[in-house]
């Protein structure tokens, strides 16, 4: 065999690890300098007067020890809360973390892969959620993730949840997530839209949460570079996308009744975040930060 014929090595999944990390951390970077560029840009609307909001970043980690915590689970590692109130975003978190350990038995029987690494696991991920001061921009959550047992996945997606929907935005946000997944596999809008309209759905309202965007979990395809250029692309495309939708209509104005009607829409936000979201309950059954596994509820909500 000729010496440049000898085959690239298989990264370690240690490797993987650490590249899908590091990919984390920075796509929160750049999303946090975008926001607050859009807190910088802004020139009308009712909060114009107010200061350009900056983001604050908090730390956090749990102790090294072997003991469970009150789920059962054995959580190690940490993370780190971007948090913002400003004029354009009246809540936004962006949170990225890296924890380890072991899930609690009953836990790990629901977790892929678990039930062969004895409850043993890892993830690393990027979670956003923002809340807008103007009722006429939508709120918005993006994540990716990739989690290891005995397998490796990846998994994420963005969805739009306008306070009153907007068929432009709707277009725009959805034809730039059909584009982002054609560029990978010509099933993956089409499978990952309606995994999306089926996950962000109340039942015990009979509606769905927004106007949708796309889901995705347990995506092992056999090549983990091309399941993680996907991941990449999907956090790409949300930067590109959902701060053009903001731009659009930041600077409107915007009545009492409207602000009353946004207050009583978020309610929907909060049912579906404490009642379904595995988000949710994955980080509470894991003995996550509750600052962070909590950040994606609204500031200020009203029920009728």
Not at 35 to 41: A, V
Request: hydrophobic share 30%; net charge negative.
């Amino acid at each position: 065999m000729k010496l440049n014929d000898k085959k690239t090595p298989e990264m370690s999944i240690d490797e993987k690890k650490q590249i899908a990390a590091d990919w984390f951390k920075d796509l929160r970077d750049q999303i946090c300098a975008e926001f607050e560029k859009l807190e910088d840009e802004l020139s009308g609307g009712n909060k114009a007067d107010l200061p350009a909001g900056r983001f604050s970043r908090t730390p956090w980690d749990r102790e090294k020890s072997e003991e469970p915590n009150e789920s059962g689970s054995v959580l190690k590692g940490g993370g780190e809360i971007s948090l913002m109130h400003g004029r354009v975003f009246e809540k936004v978190g962006v949170n990225i973390s890296q924890v380890y350990g072991r899930f609690s038995p009953d836990f790990a029987a629901r977790i892929p892969g678990a039930d062969k690494s004895d409850g043993a696991f890892w993830a690393s991920g990027i979670s956003l959620v923002a809340h807008m001061q103007s009722p006429l921009v939508p709120a918005v959550h993006m994540n990716t993730r990739m989690i290891c047992t005995s397998k490796s996945w990846f998994g994420g997606g963005a969805d739009l949840t306008p306070m009153y929907p907007n068929d432009e935005d709707t277009a725009l946000f959805h034809n730039e997530f059909k584009d982002c997944g054609d560029r990978h596999n010509p099933s993956y809008y089409k499978e990952h839209k309606e995994w999306c309209d089926r996950y962000f759905y109340l039942p015990h309202r009979s509606e769905s949460r927004g106007v949708g965007g796309i889901f995705y979990d347990y995506l092992d395809s056999g090549d983990w570079n091309a399941d993680f250029a996907y991941t990449k692309d999907v956090g790409e495309t949300f930067l590109s996308a959902y701060p053009k939708i903001v731009r659009a209509h930041m600077n409107k104005e915007w009545n009492d009744s409207q602000r009353e009607h946004q207050l009583i829409r978020r309610g929907r936000y909060v049912e579906y975040n404490l009642l379904y979201d595995r988000g949710t309950q994955f980080g509470l059954k894991t003995g996550g930060n509750t600052e962070a596994i909590l950040m994606s509820l609204p500031p200020e909500v009203k029920w009728p």
